[in-house]
């Protein structure tokens, strides 16, 4: 199933305007302030009333159930990279947090003049996270193009988003995990779960159901419904093209429109997807794949996250790339 959004206008209008200013005062839907001055974070977690959240320059922003916002240092074994889009990126806690107060981290980092991906187990230790186990290091990657996105199944298994490090023909080449999707499996080693992506950032799942955001070349992003084993054609095919042993995606935003997608998450029924360049939390009917609405005023959005009640997201205007506003980046609550 597919559905194929096409508008040169709209397009015209996201080049105009992509990098103002966010203007929430003008918010096409309610929301609640819930944190402010947050730097370029990435993945946002919620354990009962306190978040997690990793920022790029490396750090993990505790916010507790009061609201009162502390910076938690990390301990990474290299240095972090300052490569563009590069840091601290995906990070998710464990279904054992509470009791094990371990974690997953994503980060680029530099070794001998050049960049690569890790993934790695964090544990937190009076207040600062150190780097446990190293699960899967020296992914060769790009100025761009990390991928960079870690998400649990409800099973509690770890899948990661790995970008084709700007070296497309990575992404069909099964030696290599660049422009995969990855699974953690049972002898705590990543396998390849999907291929032929270009720089996947979000996961989610309804019910048995995985789908993954993915920024294409010049629009035509996509969002796919995964399947273990299957190809998702880059760069041999992308957006609404098609090919035999390839997959088309799920939905599509066509040639004329680009939402530069990141974090995605399920939330009543519906698809909630984080859109940075095209600012935007875009909502999709994972049914039909319509686009429902597209909740506009904050700039760039990074990544969302639902807790079964309420939906919480987190801009991205200090990335380098947007224009922030007084106390920028924030974490919001959708007041629906």
Request: hydrophobic letters at 35%.
């Amino acid at each position: 199933m597919r559905k194929i959004l096409v508008s040169s206008l709209s397009l015209l209008l996201l080049a105009a305007c992509a990098n103002e200013a966010p203007n929430p005062d003008k918010a096409s839907a309610p929301f609640e302030e819930i944190a402010t001055g947050l730097e370029a974070p990435w993945a946002i977690n919620k354990i009962n009333d306190e978040f997690y959240i990793s920022e790029r320059p490396g750090k993990v922003v505790h916010i507790d159930k009061e609201g009162v916002m502390t910076r938690q240092s990390v301990n990474f074994s290299d240095s972090l990279s300052e490569a563009s889009e590069a840091g601290f990126l995906g990070f998710v806690l464990a279904q054992d947090f509470e009791e094990s107060q371990t974690a997953y981290g994503y980060y680029v980092y530099e070794q001998d003049g050049e960049d690569y991906n890790k993934i790695v187990t964090l544990v937190l230790e009076n207040e600062t996270w150190q780097e446990q186990d190293v699960l899967l290091a020296g992914i060769p990657t790009g100025n761009v193009h990390h991928g960079g996105r870690l998400e649990l199944d409800d099973d509690g298994t770890l899948f990661a988003t790995i970008g084709d490090a700007s070296t497309p023909e990575l992404a069909q080449d099964l030696g290599s995990v660049n422009g995969k999707i990855l699974k953690l499996n049972t002898a705590n080693e990543f396998e390849i779960y999907s291929s032929g992506h270009r720089n996947p950032q979000g996961m989610t799942w309804d019910n048995d159901t995985m789908f993954a955001s993915e920024h294409g070349q010049s629009a035509n992003d996509e969002i796919n419904i995964i399947e273990q084993g299957n190809n998702y054609g880059w760069p041999t095919i992308e957006g609404d093209q098609s090919k035999d042993g390839m997959e088309a995606p799920f939905y599509t935003t066509g040639s004329s429109d680009t939402w530069a997608p990141s974090g995605i998450d399920m939330h009543n029924g519906l698809l909630y997807v984080a859109a940075l360049r095209g600012t935007a939390i875009k909502v999709v009917d994972p049914k039909s794949a319509e686009v429902t609405d597209s909740i506009e005023g904050f700039g760039r959005v990074r990544d969302v996250f639902s807790d079964g009640d309420s939906l919480y997201f987190i801009t991205n205007n200090t990335d380098g790339r947007g224009t922030p506003a007084d106390g920028d980046d924030k974490l919001y609550k959708l007041n629906e």
